[in-house]
């Protein structure tokens, strides 16, 4: 019965992603301090307008619209962005514009819980799994947590 609920409840995406999301902050923790490793600033993926930016031409038009874009630098394979590297990067892995970054390098890593995003390894900064996800959870809710903790290395 509780799993014929949870399928019901969870054939929304909108509302699945919400949950998982709800999910993630009440189950686990962001612990840790920045390293200046710089890996959060390399190898990064641009999501504009609930899209990731996966091509050339589209990210040129969304420098147009939002300058701040600019300072990321795509790598790709012919018109298909693989990632980008920021820019403002210093040697010493320093933002070199550090009080004007997008929003979405101030709120690291707390974004990982709002995203399908992971942390960098080497960061400095990991996930403590503080909570386990109820008996009467979804199968889709479980295995959604499941590769989250995976893809997180999460500790216990």
Request: aromatic letters at 18%; charged letters at 20%.
């Amino acid at each position: 019965m509780i799993d014929f609920f949870n399928q019901y409840f969870f054939l929304s995406k909108k509302c699945f992603d919400w949950c998982f999301r709800e999910v993630k902050w009440l189950l686990f923790s962001i612990e840790g301090a920045c390293q200046h490793s710089g890996h959060c600033c390399r190898s990064i993926t641009i999501c504009y307008d609930g899209s990731y930016v996966t091509s050339v031409s589209r990210f040129n038009d969304l420098c147009r619209k939002d300058s701040v874009l600019s300072r990321f630098s795509p790598v790709s394979n012919n018109d298909t962005i693989e990632y980008f590297d920021c820019r403002c990067l210093t040697d010493n892995n320093i933002c070199s514009e550090y009080e004007s970054r997008p929003l979405f390098c101030v709120q690291y890593p707390d974004n990982i819980m709002l995203s399908d995003a992971v942390l960098h390894r080497g960061c400095g900064y990991f996930i403590t799994q503080r909570f386990s996800l109820p008996f009467f959870s979804s199968n889709n809710l479980k295995y959604n947590i499941s590769v989250f903790k995976f893809n997180n290395s999460v500790k216990f």
